[in-house]
């Protein structure tokens, strides 16, 4: 299992609903932040996946847990590690805390390997799925 990598997040006036409380929604558009941020810190650009390879990742499962509310202008962090990796998926273990540690939201986040014109299953590209498994065994 890889370390954590964490992005940071403040909840806006948008992210909320009327009593001021993140709307559940935005918990999952900030672990799609998460994805992103740690597909970028390992080089790996989905624009480019696209252009390049002709795939992009799209989410399949996610089994998020609400735990507790975030509120506006609370600053976040997101995290998420890989967990398992197959040649077409990853899976990846999420979570929404604030800056003090207390968990709000966590989740189990399935991402597999599409074709970005028909969007039917395609082998993550080896140097891709490369670069995130040595980057996971280097943070065992």
Not at 24 to 40: D, H, I, Q, S, V
Not at 105 to 121: H, M
Not at 125 to 139: F, G, K, M
Request: aromatic residues 10%.
């Amino acid at each position: 299992m890889s370390d954590w990598h964490t992005f940071d997040v403040r909840v806006y006036f948008e992210d909320t609903d009327a009593q001021g409380v993140v709307y559940f929604a935005n918990y999952l558009k900030f672990m799609e932040r998460g994805r992103t941020e740690w597909l970028r810190d390992l080089g790996i650009q989905q624009d480019e996946l696209i252009e390049e390879h002709g795939v992009c990742f799209a989410l399949t499962e996610s089994d998020a847990r609400f735990l507790r509310p975030a509120r506006f202008n609370d600053r976040l962090q997101v995290r998420s590690r890989l967990v398992e990796h197959s040649r077409v998926r990853f899976e990846l273990e999420q979570a929404v805390r604030r800056v003090d540690g207390e968990v709000l939201c966590s989740a189990r986040c399935v991402a597999a390997c599409i074709d970005a014109t028909s969007f039917r299953p395609r082998r993550i590209p080896a140097d891709v799925l490369a670069t995130v498994t040595a980057s996971a065994a280097s943070n065992k």
